[in-house]
């Protein structure tokens, strides 16, 4: 029978092509423009391998295994994704909240407006009206 240490040491390094091919495959559902897309792959890959190499340097260093596995790397692209669907959640709700607050600001702008011409209006009528009484008290 075989140790778990032993069955977790069969894990060979993925070649870069078939990396390249997972990722594309679990990204096609994400909407990405195709230069984002094709560096979100540069990226993954690069995480991967940067990980997969720091494991054996902390390996050497201190005789402790780091397992990187292919579902490691599944994991690194489903938590982008989720990660890219959130920030996209939020920056919509922002984006709302922002149109809300000029939609606010623009009726109040409508409505000091209308304040101002009715006020000018008062104002105009009271200081004909004051002239009026004045010319009439004086004459």
């Known amino acids: ?3 778990l240490h032993a069955w977790l040491g069969v894990w060979k390094a993925w ?13 096609e559902d994400v909407d990405l423009e195709d230069n984002v897309r094709v560096e979100t792959i540069v990226m993954c890959k690069h995480f991967h391998e940067s990980v997969r190499l720091m ?12 397992y990187v596995t292919p579902t490691s790397y599944l994991e690194l692209i489903l938590t982008f994704k989720n990660l890219l669907a959130s ?5 919509l709700m922002l984006k709302n909240r922002y149109l809300t607050g000029l939609d606010k600001l623009q009726f109040a702008a409508s409505q ?3 304040g101002l011409l009715s006020f000018i209006t008062v104002m105009t009528k009271s200081y004909f009206t004051v002239s009026r009484l004045i010319y009439l008290q004086f004459c």
């Open 1 to 3: 029978m075989y140790s």
């Open 15 to 27: 070649p870069e092509d078939a990396l390249e091919m997972v990722a594309n495959k679990f990204l």
């Open 55 to 66: 494991s054996h340097a902390y390996f050497d260093t201190l005789r402790r295994h780091n």
């Open 87 to 91: 920030k996209r959640e939020e920056i």
């Open 112 to 114: 000091v407006g209308v």
